[in-house]
């Protein structure tokens, strides 16, 4: 006999809580530009949103104040400026508030201090973590990177830290196996560390692309500047960056240095910079600093260079190249993140420094394979890749969940997704970072 069955209310009213201080925002800042998009693409679902900022007044970048965010959203649907994300008495009555005012379906927590907040409340309804990066390897890589390329004081500091280091890393872990199970469900924008979350959560799991909004409906003219230009994006506050900066600078360099003296490429390093005192020795690099108009600068661009090395998180200025029709030069270690990153369909992957530097003059001697990369990587991200899609993909993960809470969301075997059967990553271990 055919069980009747439960049918619930369609989820409509979703809130994000952070306690990391990023504001979103339709700005060039990963972060930022990647948490504006999904609340966009959530938004375009039919979903209600809201956002709230558990965390003190710090907006990312000082020229953005919410105003936008609450522009659209509706300033009744925005919190910022609020309590920390301690759990204490005043955190918890703030939050409580906003969430008795917007009354959500479902909330998404960005991290672990977030969920802990949350949990603090009276709210009972499902939470489901959204994540990136694994947070216990930031530290470890922080470590390494001072270890390997710090000045004679930072090493020493590294190596006197790095007993503290490993037990501040090994708590981060700890929280996470502790934690995660809690969450209704898990999203991260990272298709091996989603792997790791399924594998030892259990709970439903989606691995989903970092959601960038598309910005047109056709790839935009390109007219590539001679001699090529092939530019390096990014600031040095995440270990991301740093670490595919000073990569390039040591092990791409050198292999690129005739060839830039000689007019016949340029390299452009273009971001906010703390500092240029790990990059002196790449002194034929134009040092761009923040550029307003980044889209008109793609335009020129032969290819984007995304040199991180390490197996963390998700490139976002790939997807950035991607969505205005250019190509990437990149480390294979990103395709661990992006498993829609083919060398040669879309991109060029090196794993060493002398291929990466060869693959660079290999777009710049043949224009034409740059241009062919450029429009499938724009092709696939209008197609697979862009906010709107992946946003779809949320939406129907939310939804299944809600209706079905305790069932596992199997993977398209044919597709990223597939990435959440994959096995046990090494890179997911805390000593295989720092050796």
Not at 54 to 59: I, R, T, Y
Not at 305 to 328: E, K, M, Q, S, Y
Request: hydrophobic share 40%; net charge positive; charged share 20%.
């Amino acid at each position: 006999m055919n069980r009747p069955q439960l049918r619930m209310a369609p989820v409509r009213r979703v809130m994000f809580v952070a306690a990391d201080r990023i504001v979103p925002g339709p700005t060039y800042s990963g972060n930022a530009v990647v948490r504006w998009s999904l609340l966009q693409g959530l938004r375009g679902c039919g979903m209600d949103m809201a956002y709230y900022s558990a965390s003190p007044s710090d907006p990312e970048h000082s020229y953005f104040d919410g105003s936008e965010l609450k522009a659209v959203f509706g300033a009744q649907n925005v919190w910022l400026d609020r309590p920390g994300y301690k759990v204490a008495r005043a955190s918890i009555s703030a939050l409580q508030s906003a969430v008795d005012d917007f009354k959500p379906d479902v909330i998404l927590a960005f991290g672990l201090r977030s969920l802990a907040l949350i949990r603090a409340t009276h709210y009972t309804g499902q939470v489901g973590l959204y994540s990136i990066d694994l947070e216990h390897l930031v530290p470890l890589y922080w470590a390494r990177h001072y270890i390997l390329h710090g000045t004679a004081l930072q090493k020493l500091n590294a190596l006197r830290r790095l007993p503290k280091t490993f037990f501040r890393s090994w708590k981060l872990r700890r929280a996470t196996l502790r934690e995660y199970p809690k969450a209704s469900f898990v999203i991260n924008s990272a298709a091996h560390h989603a792997a790791w979350h399924a594998e030892r959560h259990g709970r439903p799991t989606l691995y989903v692309p970092n959601p960038v909004e598309p910005l047109f409906s056709e790839r935009p003219a390109h007219t590539p500047s001679t001699p090529p230009r092939f530019l390096l994006l990014g600031g040095l506050a995440g270990i991301a960056t740093t670490t595919g900066l000073v990569w390039f600078s040591r092990q791409v360099y050198p292999h690129l240095e005739d060839a830039i003296a000689d007019g016949r490429i340029e390299v452009h390093l273009a971001g906010r910079l703390a500092s240029r005192r790990n990059f002196h020795q790449m002194h034929r690099v134009i040092h761009r600093g923040y550029i307003d108009d980044l889209a008109g600068e793609l335009r020129q661009a032969t290819a984007v260079l995304v040199p991180t090395p390490i197996n963390l998180g998700f490139r976002t200025r790939i997807l950035d190249a991607f969505r205005h029709g250019v190509t990437v030069v990149a480390h294979t270690a990103n395709s661990s993140g992006m498993p829609e990153l083919v060398d040669g369909k879309n991109a060029l992957l090196a794993a060493n420094g002398r291929d990466f530097a060869e693959a660079i003059l290999r777009l710049a001697d043949d224009p034409e394979e740059a241009q062919r990369l450029g429009r499938t990587a724009f092709d696939q991200f209008s197609k697979e890749m862009n906010a709107v899609i992946g946003a779809k993909r949320i939406c129907d993960f939310i939804h299944a969940c809600s209706n079905s809470p305790t069932a596992v969301i199997e993977p398209d075997r044919a597709s990223p997704a597939a990435q959440l059967s994959a096995p046990r990553q090494r890179t997911s271990t805390m000593t295989s970072v720092l050796f």
